[in-house]
């Protein structure tokens, strides 16, 4: 382990200040107290007022709790789980047991930019200003891959925080992150920013075979923003960014029976390569009658992956794949800007999405490879409309209904060829196309408490399309048929008349059929989705935050979730009706407590300490719950040192230095897990100028 970076700068007693200029996007502002609140041009309101289980993040808690990226949410959030599967290229978000590890099941929406594939779940961020998770099924306004739940992240605005910001930090496994970042403006109708970010670590996990780290990376992000406001009724808006990514990865080691994981120990080389650039334009019009937002987005990514199969010693198996994505997408909303007990929304949304894969497997000791190319291209579209009205019956009582209607045609042609010294032989190719459409309504009753709070009911149907898988032994193994669900949920949030208290809870049910399920193929070479015949998920959230007293800010957060099988029979000899599915813990809990020491008459300002509990209940590995891993917690804690316009952070991850399993796996060649990560701790320099 090197020694910490301890990181000096010369620190002046600058008058910290809080400039805010109102921006006319195709999102709206709204300034309450020291913070601006964005709120989504769908949505229309802050999370805590919609019908709906939601968890909205600030600014001030991502750096607080050091939300680095999505992983860092697991738990945090009721009923949100992510397993670390030991590099960016699977990364599979769960909630209230719905996800999946082939494609996603938790849409993620970037600056309104749809992120379709699963590697892309993981990514930086910096230069990141709010994030919300909204659970349940989005579909009615958001649709494809929404089954679950929702992620919308948010990116800084030039127009809310100007000047120029340098962060630079410090930690043990050789940690090293800095970011650059400016954000002005001209004349008050043109904004711009941009910003760099590189970010290296030298890794958790040695690989004893060559005493080399087997989980070092670096990636590096860079965001350029532009905004313009030529008119009160019209703005535009651009946004780019770019990241790359080079990560050694999937720190394995061998299990023995008692659950102990064993060293990393594989004779070949596992690294993971990818190239991520995103692009989005939005264009708002707003007049006395009508909101008019699009939203134009383009993606490309490529990425590599170089894996020792069998992460051993031997010389068995290795395994080269490579994916080159490409997206173009279209929404077009236009909805009232009037106040009225009559609101509506209608939208169309279209794409066209392209992959091509690749998977050279190297058979060393049987001295072949098979050389594997899918090329997968996909389109659809879809038209869907909300309708709210409000002081129904009686004053306070709302209505919400929705009805989205998605078609889409999924394509595969595939061809596997066989390489024996250099000749290629062809075995099997499949060149088809599954056409898929679903219709996905949505109804929410809703009484608001004037200011205190709100109360709600709402029933939603789930739809996740179907698609291909890139691994199987037999042809009709090679596409899976798309999932539905009902959803149900009874919900509260209450706040305080002095907004010192906010609780929420919810319960839900979510009876859904032929969920996709994600396991070993038969011959243990690779992985495949299949359908089960009918899952049962249900449970409950609790959620809230009180300052008890000045200064002195206490939050907390539980989940639970009861997913079973109640129909999946596999063969004539195995069943797992009644089984747990997998990956779902029990429970989330998340309980933070944070103090403001002002420092009045001195340089530095305040001091703020945090620290915080994540807890994750027990969790099966597999369907046939053979398997599973133990309820855990990790501490984590920080001290934030204010000196105006200079912050000094000082960071610490599972201080308690605590042992569990991240992932869990078995193959032919035997049991595998990956540990979780150790203690991590840090220091941070941010400087606003």
Known sequence: MKRLLIIVVLLANWQSGFCTKNEKDSITIHKQIDEIVITSFKQGHRIKQLPLSGTELS???????????????????????MTDYGSKLSSAVYIRGIGSTSSPAVGLYVDGIPYFDKSLTEFNFADIDRIEVLRGPQGTLYGRNTMG??????????FTNPGTNIQVEGGNHGLFNGTLSHYGTINNKFGYSASGNYRHSNGYFTNHYNNTRADNFDEATGRIKLSWHPTDQLSMHLSTSYEYTRQGGYPYGTMDDKGKINNVDYNDKCLYLRKLFTAGYTLSYKNDGIWLNSQTSYQRYTDKVRMDQDFSESDKYYVIEAQKEHMWSEELNIKNSYES???????????VYGINRTVDFNYKQLGYRTFKNYDDPSKGFALFHQSTINDLFVSNLSMIVGLRWDVEWDSQNYDNNKIVSEKSTRLDEIDRTNHYSQVTPKATLQYSFDHTGTAYASVTRGYKTGGFNTSFDTEDECSYNPEYSWNYELGTKLNSSNNRLHLEAALFLIDWKNQQIYQATASGVGKFTRNAGRSQSKGFELSGSAEIMKNLTINGAYGYTYAKFKDYVLSDKVSYTGNYLPFVPKETIYGGVTYLIPMRGLSLSN???????????????????????????????SADFNFGKTTISIWGKNVTNTDYTAYYFTMTTGKFGQKGKPITAGISVSLHL
Do not use: C, H, M
């Open 341 to 351: 007990n009559y609101n509506w929304l209608f939208g169309a949304f279209g794409f």
């Open 607 to 637: 001091i703020r300490l945090n620290v915080n509990y994540v807890g994750t209940g027990r969790l099966y590995w597999s369907e046939d719950n053979i398997e599973n891993r133990p309820y855990y917690g990790l501490l984590n804690t």
């Open 149 to 158: 739940g929702l992620i919308n992240v948010y990116t800084k605005s030039p």
């Open 59 to 81: 600014l001030k808690t991502l750096n607080t709790q050091k939300v680095e990226n999505v992983k860092d949410l697991s738990a945090t959030i009721p009923n949100l789980f």
